[in-house]
C-alpha cells in the first residue's frame, strides 16, 4: 500500500488531537484559574530508501535518502501563565499572584489547583467546591509556628477571645492653662479586669496657682494622685499616675489656654469576645475579628511550589497531582520561598487567550483537510493501479 496513505492517516489523528485540546480550551474560557493547553507535532520514523556515502578521490560523498512515515503528537503542554484578576468581593473567595498552588486533600489524596473559590463546611472547615480540604497551618494562641505540620485549614466558630485585665491607658489632650483655681476636669473611662468585668476609672483634674493635680479612683476603691505642670503648654512635671494597679500615662498632655479636650485615648483591657467575622491577608494568614475589638491569627494557608509545574498531571475539578517529573510539592507560606501572595476577595481568570484559539482552530481545521486531501489523493492512485487490469 502507499506510504502517503498512513502519513495522511497520521496526519488526521494528530490534527484531531489538536482540535480536541483547542476545543477544551475554548470551553474553559470562564473556568476559574484554567490553564490552557498546546499541542507540540514532531515526524514519526522515516525510511531509509538510499544511505550516506562518503567523499572518495574520484567520486565526492552522497547524502541519505528517506521517506517520511507520518506525524506524531511529541505532547500537549499546558500554560501556566498568570490569568487576570477578578475581584468577587467574597472573604472566602482568592487567588496567588505569582507561582504556586493551593493544597487540598480528600477521600487521602493531596491534589494542588490555583482556583481559589473556596467555601466553610459546617464543621468550619476552608474547602473547595468539589469537597476538597484546604491545607494551611493552624495558628497556636494566636502564633504561627514556623516549620509546622500541615492540616485542614479550619475556623473555630466557638472560638473565644480571652479577657485581658487593663495595666495600662493613655491620657492625651490640652488642660486649658487659663482656667480659674479650683476648675475641675473629670475623666471617665472603662476598664477591665483579668475576668473581663468592667469597672470605671476616674480622673479628676484640679487647676491649681502652679498646675494641676491629678486624683485618680476607680471603682473597687483604689486612687492614685499626682501633680502636673506646664511651661509655655509643654508638660514640665508630671508623667502618670498609678490607680488599682493601673499605670496612666500623661505625656501627651498639652497645657494652652482656652481648650479643654483632654481625653483616654487608648487602655490595652478588654473583655471576652466571640468571633465575627475574618480577613485573608497576602501572607495566606486568616485573622479573625472578635466582638471586643481583638484581631487573631487563625491560621495560614499553605501554598506548594514544584521544581517543573508543567510535569504537573490534570486530576479535574480544576486540581493537579504530583507526578515523577513534577518533583515533589515544597511547601510554604504564600510570598515566600518563591511562591505567589494572596489576594483575598478575588479569584484567577482562566488564562485562555481567544484569539489564538480560533486561529489554532482554523489552523488544525485546514491540516485536517489538507491531510483528508492525501488520504483521497492516495484512494485514486490505487483506482488508477486497479484500473490497469481489466
Known sequence: MLRSLYSGISGLRSH???LDVTGNNIANVNTAAFKASAVQFQDTLS????????????????????????VQVAGISTNFAQGSTQATGRSEDMMIAGDGFFVTRQGGETLYTRAGSFNFDAQGRLTSPDGGLVQGYAAVNGVI??????GNVTLPLEAVSPAVATSSATLNGNLPSDAAVGTEIVIDERVFD????????????????????????????????????????????????????????????????????????????????????????????????????????????AVATFANAGGLE???????????????????????????????????????????????????????QAN???????????????????
Open 16 to 18: 484531531q488531537t489538536m
Open 47 to 70: 525510511q531509509l530508501t538510499q544511505g550516506a556515502g562518503g567523499p572518495q578521490a574520484e567520486a565526492g560523498g552522497t547524502n541519505p535518502a528517506q521517506i517520511g512515515l507520518g
Open 145 to 150: 509556628p514556623a516549620g509546622g505540620a500541615t
Open 194 to 301: 483579668a475576668s473581663g468585668i468592667a469597672r470605671s476609672l476616674t480622673l479628676t483634674f484640679t487647676r491649681t496657682a502652679g498646675g494641676w493635680n491629678v486624683d485618680g479612683v476607680d471603682a473597687n476603691g483604689s486612687t492614685g494622685t499626682g501633680t502636673l505642670a506646664f511651661t509655655d503648654g509643654a508638660l514640665t512635671a508630671g508623667g502618670s499616675v498609678a490607680v488599682g494597679g493601673i499605670t496612666v500615662d500623661l505625656a501627651g498632655l498639652t497645657g494652652y489656654a482656652a481648650l479643654s479636650t483632654a481625653t483616654i485615648t487608648k487602655q490595652d483591657g478588654r473583655n471576652a469576645g466571640t468571633l465575627n467575622s475574618f480577613s485573608i491577608a497576602q501572607d495566606g494568614t486568616v485573622v479573625g475579628s472578635f466582638s471586643n475589638g481583638a484581631s487573631e491569627a487563625i491560621a495560614r494557608i
Open 314 to 368: 490534570k486530576a479535574g475539578s480544576s486540581g493537579y497531582r504530583s507526578t515523577f517529573n513534577s518533583g515533589a510539592a515544597t511547601l510554604g507560606a504564600p510570598g515566600q520561598g518563591g511562591a505567589g501572595a494572596l489576594i483575598g476577595g478575588a479569584l484567577e481568570m482562566s488564562n485562555v487567550d481567544l484569539s489564538q484559539e480560533f486561529t489554532n482552530l482554523i489552523v488544525a481545521q485546514r491540516g485536517f
Open 372 to 390: 483528508a486531501r492525501i488520504i483521497t489523493t492516495s484512494d485514486e492512485v490505487l483506482q488508477e493501479l486497479t484500473n490497469l487490469k481489466r
